[in-house]
């Protein structure tokens, strides 16, 4: 019997939890440790920050289902990692604390023979100055939470503009580092259109804002892709959907101080600059939770489990950006010091960014951290769960499957509005994710026939479906393993 700890019930901890209970015999034991009680698809927290969906709409608790399921639940967070246990425990270990109930505020000791560390990001508002969501105009889409609070403050903006009132809003990432440009992207354009539909689109002056060096990189060094039967740029492709739109951008830009209305930025030219506005959502910095490791004798061992996120089978080793290789991403998500640990999804320490990093001329890094969504979570998540279900039900290596983000693909659907018959999607097909730039030398890195991008109603219509049928899955409901990743 072996014991199987997954630390957080995103898209990453909970298609893991469900794969190994649905392959597992229950001898077995699967434990899910989370302070969130709920599961919830973030991708549509987008229509909960225009008011089309509910919080309800998009989660749905996590207790019963795992009750219901045969996996083990606790609501709490991870504290400290001890992956060689210690003088009193001898079995590795993670403290935890719970964070509700008769127990909240207690810690326990939670062993495992497997350990899945599937915590994500930590959404790291604080390294903006002044950047907190619900004050000084500023807002997130973030949780959806945050989502509901964006709508409510967005909701009374379009009031202010029924009675004539000016407004301005910027929308973009709120860090000289900032990932997820995608949610902050398809938030302006539902935002756009949200505008349009309520006859106050004449009234709003609408800006985006990136730390990205061109529209359209997505911390993706941008894509090169087949858009009706031509090769477009990324870049060129926003463009013309801002342009469309009459949207405003702001690229190459360091987000470093939010006040009542202003956001004052850096540039790679090195020229410090503002942009007021009368309702913001901008995309924090992402970092890891900070988690500290300790050997059997209590000493601090967490140079070996992080690098800011955790440490796998990447290859870490400083280099220049020209020797940067897809073979130094990881494939099996396994630290090589703690070979009962992984880390998948977007709780691993990436080698190195996947755009080129640039330095603003007063030293100041500007450019995209890489992007990790949820399609490629999921599937790290699985080919987990998958190599330890093999080890213990035929003796594989924990290593037998192997997938990198430099040789596996994703699919994303932006949301372009909200609308049953105005509705509009950007459906994006990108293969590599990292690009290979020695396989694919005149295609900017991917392949052609595997990378390609169309715009309109189907693309809402999909992405509407796929709302539905993810939080199937994520219920385990019938032959929900049948939905692929």
């Known amino acids: 019997m072996s014991k199987i700890v ?5 898209i990453s901890g909970h298609v893991a939890a469900a794969h190994l209970r ?7 034991e699967v434990l899910v440790v989370s302070p969130n009680s709920n599961y919830q698809w973030i991708p549509s927290n987008i229509w909960v920050g225009i008011g089309k969906m509910k919080p309800k709409d998009i989660l749905f608790p996590l207790a019963p289902l795992y009750k219901k399921k045969n996996i083990g639940f606790k609501q709490a967070k991870a504290v400290s990692f001890h992956p060689e246990g210690d003088s009193v425990e001898k079995k590795p270990y993670v403290l935890i604390e719970y964070v509700s109930g008769e127990k909240k505020g207690t810690k326990e000791k939670i062993t495992y023979d497997f350990l899945i560390n599937a915590t994500g990001p930590k959404l790291n508002f604080e390294a903006t100055e002044g950047l907190i969501p619900g004050k000084n105009k500023t807002y997130s889409v973030c949780t959806y939470g945050h989502a509901e609070h964006a709508w409510k403050g967005l909701e009374a903006l379009i009031k202010k503009m029924k009675q004539g009132t000016k407004t301005k809003i910027l929308i973009g990432t709120g860090h000289a ?10 938030y302006i354009l539902n935002v756009e259109k949200e505008l349009r539909d309520h006859g106050v689109r004449d009234n709003a002056e609408i800006t985006w804002i990136s730390n990205e060096y061109e529209l359209g990189d997505f911390g993706m060094d941008g ?3 087949r858009y009706k039967n031509i090769n477009m740029k990324s870049s060129e492709m926003v463009e013309m959907i801002f342009e469309d739109r009459s949207i405003k951008h702001i690229t190459k830009a360091g987000v470093y101080k939010i006040e009542d209305g202003i956001a004052h930025y850096e540039t790679l030219e090195g020229n410090h600059k503002k ?17 500290n490791a300790f050997d059997k004798k209590n000493e601090n061992i967490t140079h070996k489990l992080f690098k800011g996120f955790m440490i796998v089978d990447a290859n870490y080793t400083s280099k220049p950006y020209e020797e940067w290789s897809v073979q130094d991403w990881p494939e099996t998500y396994q630290n090589p010091n703690y070979t009962n640990i992984f880390a998948p999804g977007i709780a691993f320490a990436p080698p ?33 769960a998958n190599n330890i279900i093999n080890h213990l039900l035929k003796g594989t290596p924990l290593t037998k499957d192997k ?5 596996m693909g994703a699919a994303c659907i932006a949301s372009a509005g909200y609308g049953a018959f105005s ?9 590599p994710i990292v690009p290979d730039f020695k396989k694919y030398p005149n295609t900017h890195g991917r392949k052609m026939n595997n990378t390609f991008g169309e715009i309109g109603l189907a693309g809402h219509w999909l992405k509407l479906a796929l709302h539905y049928a993810f939080i199937y899955k994520a219920k385990m409901k019938p032959f929900w393993w049948l939905i692929p990743e």
């Open 223 to 225: 894509i090169l892709l």
């Open 403 to 407: 997938g990198s983000m430099g040789n």
């Open 423 to 431: 509705g509009s999607g950007v459906s994006i097909t990108t293969f």
């Open 22 to 28: 649905r392959k597992l015999p229950k001898k077995h």
């Open 352 to 384: 190195h960014t996947i755009s080129k990093p640039r330095t603003s001329k007063n030293g100041t890094p500007i450019f995209p951290a890489p992007p990790r969504t949820g399609m490629p979570s999921g599937i790290t998540a699985k080919l987990v």
């Open 275 to 291: 942009e007021a506005f009368d309702f913001a959502m901008l995309i924090p910095a992402f970092s890891g939770h900070g988690f």
């Open 6 to 10: 997954i630390l957080g019930a995103g």
């Open 177 to 186: 580092k900032s990932t997820c440009q995608g949610a902050a992207f398809e």
